[in-house]
């Protein structure tokens, strides 16, 4: 295991690299410029393998320990920004309008490029480590599309670990738990439909603004008076289009929202009762409802072995008390949950102290936390393919 002390000169050169990828933010698949500078480091360190274009922009590296053969593990990061205009006024600011690098994903990237520059140069494992540079985590699921083109096979990735970090954890401390640590995500459409006519005449009519808002109260009473209070389900009406005049009872409302849940199984009982709350309240009016539900991620799962593992060297790296291994599941989502199902895994919350929320416009990855970042996958390299 490695002193953090260690990576304090390696670390100014991921800082640049961080600030460098914050001030060119990319969205989606759409990762041109990204991928080639990542490739372009990845090729300077000398790396065994590299492939690239898997779900178009994304990329993985790999690289054999001086140790002998054995297995391969997945080390993951995420590369795509978002659509936010920035708010931080740091010297690096996005140079995109509209898009920045809201999530930390710059500092992901940057990370798992100084792991691979480290790693490269000093080998001290057996087997091989496959760096996965990943697109569209936000909005496209990157990590399902490069699954389905093979990556774990292709690299024989025994299993996969990943990282993201969290405001309002200090930084030099990990959070971390056992089973599922991020939820799972579905979406719902629901059309109400009535009779239109004149705002004046209401009783000429059957409103389907008003059966829509008995459908939104309706709703929370699944969440409320349904659900164990124990259990973890949130059902939010996120959209609610109707109309276009203000003297005119329109003909339909057309809903949305989402449903997030820490248990499998409520998402099957999400999908009933919606349909029936919602059906049932729009024939008490005499309207009708078209529903419309999908499934999205599944939860992420930490598998208990991999777990284990990532926190007894987080524990190593910077003590006991500062890796939570019962931190809270978060009702966010994480399209790690597909490397997850296709192989063991563990994912690990990484410190970024006091800083903005994720998805805010003044949000910035904290430069603090590198090092600690960086030393994370390397020891975790080293620990899981000792010799």
């Known amino acids: 295991m490695h002193k953090i002390d260690t990576f304090n000169s390696l670390a100014k050169d991921v800082i640049a690299w961080r600030r ?111 760096f996965i540079f990943q ?37 030099g401390k990990f959070g971390i738990c056992y089973g599922t640590i991020m939820a799972a995500l579905d979406e719902f459409d629901i059309i109400v439909t009535g009779k239109g006519g004149h705002a004046a005449e209401p009783h000429r009519c059957i409103d389907p603004v008003v059966i829509a808002a008995q459908v939104i109260l309706g709703l929370q009473t699944l969440v409320s008076r349904n659900t164990n209070p124990l259990d973890s389900l949130v059902i939010s009406v996120t959209t609610q289009n109707a109309g276009g005049a203000y003297n005119i009872i329109p003909e339909r409302v057309q809903l949305s929202g989402t449903v997030r849940t820490l248990r499998s199984d409520l998402r099957d009982f999400a999908e009933l009762r919606i349909h029936q709350v919602a059906q049932a309240i729009a024939h008490g009016f005499g309207g009708q409802i078209e529903f419309k539900y999908r499934r999205l991620e599944p939860v992420t799962r930490n598998h208990r072995e991999e777990t284990s593992l990532a926190i007894e060297v987080a524990r190593n790296l910077v003590g006991e008390d500062a890796v939570d291994d019962k931190f809270p599941p978060s009702m966010g989502t994480e399209d790690f949950c597909y490397m997850s199902e296709a192989r063991p895994a563990a994912y690990i919350l990484l410190g970024n102290g006091e800083t903005a929320a994720l998805h805010n416009p003044s949000y910035d990855f904290n430069d603090e936390a590198v090092r600690y970042g960086v030393a994370y996958w390397v020891d975790l390299v080293e620990k899981a393919l000792a010799a």
């Open 20 to 130: 460098h990828l914050h001030q060119y933010p990319e969205l989606g698949y759409r990762l041109h410029e990204t991928a080639r500078f990542v490739a372009g480091k990845l090729k300077s360190f000398g790396v065994d393998q590299i492939e690239t274009g898997i779900a178009e922009t994304g990329i993985v590296a790999a690289i054999k320990g001086k140790l002998g053969d054995g297995p391969t593990i997945g080390l993951r990061a995420d590369m795509d920004a978002l659509p936010i205009s920035e708010a931080s006024n740091k010297p690096w600011t996005s140079r995109t309008a509209g898009l920045m690098h809201a999530c930390g994903h710059d500092g992901h990237t940057a990370m798992l490029l100084g792991a691979a520059k480290h790693l490269t140069e000093t080998r001290d494992f057996r087997g091989r480590v496959a």
């Open 135 to 171: 697109p569209a985590e936000e909005d496209g699921r990157g990590a399902l599309r490069m699954v389905e083109e093979g990556v774990m096979d292709r690299f024989n990735v025994s299993r996969v670990f990943g990282m993201h970090n969290e405001p309002g954890i200090e930084v």
